[in-house]
């Protein structure tokens, strides 16, 4: 977008024309650098890597394709690498699969021998004996459910609430009992450094049940990267365990995704809306990105035009508060790739417009912690609303003060400028942030200089308006915020070029 472009845009909005951020899931409908292009152009901020499928060439191929589209639009794109998890799954049938009648009797037991309508394998030595009589196993997304009558070392002899059919390998939800398994598999470690070594943005963990989780993650995160190479670390929250211990794992983590699908299954359906509000709220208070996540336009999986339910869903997540949306099989598999994206573009820039999105947002304030960062962050909203500002101009290296800023969700767009090409793809996810990369800064002068040039080239502003300028000094000491400057644009920085 060139400058005459920006000429025609309201300058307090950014770019995209919102604040909230898109995701979304590359699959087979969507590997392909030119459909990637289009996801890109159609709004997707960032491309989630689902490991669960497809292999280490599927994916290297469509990582090199999004650093090849970043190059050419100019425009930090984060990657998160979405890790598969301990995925419980019962064994094999004689004829692929079952009937459990209702109100019937079904074993899940330790012989590997083919399932019948009365048994099958659970290959996971580690749930026997942990369960204990009332708890309940749900099988294929809860579409079955056993409720256990008697369990040892050897067998879990379970009434079927719901019966129905049950096939090969089907998943199974644990979620009366903490699963004493490891938060990663070996698969899971293959992945997280294949995820590392080609440059993953994001880490994301799933079926995280305790903050010991998160540690564990972040340890073998340090093994295989150092320094500028450091993916964040997002927890993804689908497990009742987790909603917990919430504020810890929030504590350990860069970034939380809302992850409805497992969650759903867990608990009762009713249960969680008010549960997503609670975990956006949280990680909004903490200052962490924060993702909602899962069936959010399933049907345009199959069809154009999603259903007004979906619509509302998308609707409701915005003005929850939530940094970024994400896109599932719409993007990964489905017959209408682009037109997800575009649709759900639409829907996040329509809610933004509306003057009670504004107004919740407001209501949802959270209390600034009391440090000198956090009260320029929050008297950066606070100017904005006092005078006409068309920018906040945000210098950081590691990325914190942009969540600060972020956290207090202001009306003017920010523009984030950082020396570090990682910090500008991590900040794709955070709300409101538009993120250019350039040299660092060495003064005041150079600072104030350089901000000012870049509000005007990348459209955030006009000769005549003003924008804040928030940063830290000493330059490149992260976590130093103690700076806000207001300046008025002339125009005249533009003849200066900018690395």
Not at 71 to 84: K, T
């Amino acid at each position: 977008m060139t400058n005459s472009d920006h000429s025609n845009l309201d300058t307090r909005m950014d770019p995209r024309g919102r604040r909230v951020k898109i995701l979304a899931t590359i699959g087979p409908a969507s590997r392909s650098p030119d459909m990637l292009r289009k996801l890109f152009k159609a709004g997707a901020d960032a491309f989630r890597v689902n490991m669960s499928h497809g292999d280490h060439g599927d994916h290297e191929q469509a990582i090199r394709a999004i650093r090849d589209m970043e190059q050419e639009f100019a425009r930090p794109i984060a990657i998160l690498a979405d890790l598969q998890g301990p995925k419980l799954r019962v064994g094999t049938f004689k004829d692929g699969s079952a009937v459990i009648r209702h109100s019937g009797h079904f074993t899940l037991d330790r012989d590997p021998t083919p399932g019948d309508e009365t048994r099958v394998c659970l290959p996971h030595p580690e749930l026997f004996g942990i369960l204990e009589r009332g708890q309940r196993l749900l099988i294929n997304d809860g579409k079955i459910r056993l409720v256990v009558k008697e369990a040892d070392e050897n067998r879990i002899f379970c009434s079927a609430e719901v019966g129905g059919v049950i096939s090969d390998r089907k998943g199974v939800n644990v979620p009366d009992a903490e699963v004493p398994i490891p938060a990663l598999t070996e698969k899971d470690r293959r992945d997280l450094a294949f995820a590392v070594e080609h440059g993953a943005d994001w880490i994301a963990l799933s079926f995280v049940q305790r903050p010991e989780d998160m540690a564990e993650a972040r340890k073998l995160i340090s093994a295989h990267a150092t320094g500028q190479s450091m993916p964040a670390l997002c927890a993804k929250i689908e497990k009742p365990q987790a909603v917990g211990r919430l504020d810890s794992i929030i504590e350990l983590s860069d970034g939380i995704m809302v992850a409805r699908g497992d969650l759903g299954v867990e608990l009762e359906p009713h249960e969680v809306p008010p549960l997503q509000k609670r975990i956006v709220a949280a990680s909004r208070n903490a200052g962490k990105p924060v993702i909602v996540a899962t069936q959010m336009l399933e049907s345009m999986i199959e069809s154009p035009m999603p259903t007004r339910a979906e619509v509302s869903d998308v609707a409701n997540a915005v003005y929850d508060g939530a940094d970024a949306v994400m896109l599932s099989a719409e993007s990964a598999a489905g017959e209408w790739p682009e037109e997800s994206v575009a649709m759900m573009h639409r829907i996040t820039r329509q809610v933004e417009r509306d003057d009670g999105y504004k107004e919740r947002i407001r209501l949802l304030d959270p209390t600034p912690d009391a440090t000198t960062s956090d009260a320029l962050a929050h008297s950066c909203m606070t100017i904005t609303e006092t005078v006409p500002i068309s920018a906040i101009t945000v210098f950081t290296a590691s990325g914190s003060t942009a969540r600060r800023v972020a956290r207090e969700r202001p009306a003017t767009p920010m523009l984030v400028l950082t020396p570090s090409m990682r910090t500008a793809r991590r900040v794709a996810l955070l709300w409101g942030a538009h993120a250019v990369p350039t040299k660092d800064i060495g003064s005041f002068e150079e600072m104030i200089a350089k901000g000012k040039r870049m509000a005007l080239r990348h459209g955030f502003g006009q000769p005549g308006s003003k924008q804040i300028v928030l940063a830290g000094v000493p330059f490149g000491t992260p976590g130093a915020t103690n700076l806000l400057h207001v300046v008025t644009l002339t125009g005249d920085e533009l003849d200066k070029h900018d690395g």
